[in-house]
């Protein structure tokens, strides 16, 4: 096995525990802003809230996972016999493999809620949840780079 291939290995396993660590919080915090509203625990009180707590946790779970494993997991990766370049290739890879499969997610979440349901339409939830994952795995790949390259400094900055 390659350093590459092992790298990617490794990096889907990342994306995978970000992934299942989001729907989780997503559902919990669904029932838990519900709570808070006063409203009653319904299909058509808590379905409708999914997507948008996908959004917002997805996103904040990538860019803290993001970060953290750029200046953290590019050292095991190395060490695995890995190349800096395969490191990279395997966290870009990572962030590309959470977008997508987050987008796959709200769109699915989207298909299902009724259109009468619906705050947002699920096509315009789509192209902002598209927008702002792939700003938000940029921001964590560029901190993520800066925390590795100057330390303690960098995450005080943060």
């Known amino acids: 096995m390659s350093g590459l291939t092992r790298s990617l290995k490794y990096a889907t396993?990342?994306?995978a525990r970000v992934i299942g660590i989001c729907l989780l919080m997503a559902v919990g915090f669904?029932?838990?802003?519900a709570l808070l509203d006063g409203a009653q625990f319904t299909v058509q009180n808590l379905l409708p809230r999914f997507p948008f707590m996908l959004l917002f946790i997805g996103n904040l779970m990538?860019?803290?996972y993001g970060m953290v494993d750029v200046a953290t997991y590019t050292q095991i990766t190395l060490t695995y016999g890995s190349t800096r370049r395969d490191a990279a290739i395997s966290t870009v890879y990572m962030h590309l493999l959470e977008v997508l499969t987050f987008e796959v997610l709200m769109a699915a979440s989207?298909?299902?809620?009724?259109?009468?349901?619906q705050v947002v339409t699920g096509k315009i939830l789509c192209l902002l949840a598209l927008v702002i994952f792939l700003v938000g795995s940029g921001l964590a790949l560029v901190t993520?780079?800066?925390m590795h390259r100057f330390?303690?400094?960098?995450y005080v900055i943060v």
């Open 151 to 154: 330390g303690k400094v960098a």
């Open 110 to 117: 989207c298909a299902f809620i009724p259109a009468q349901w």
């Open 13 to 15: 396993f990342r994306a």
């Open 30 to 33: 669904v029932f838990y802003f």
């Open 62 to 64: 990538m860019m803290f």
């Open 144 to 146: 993520g780079v800066l």
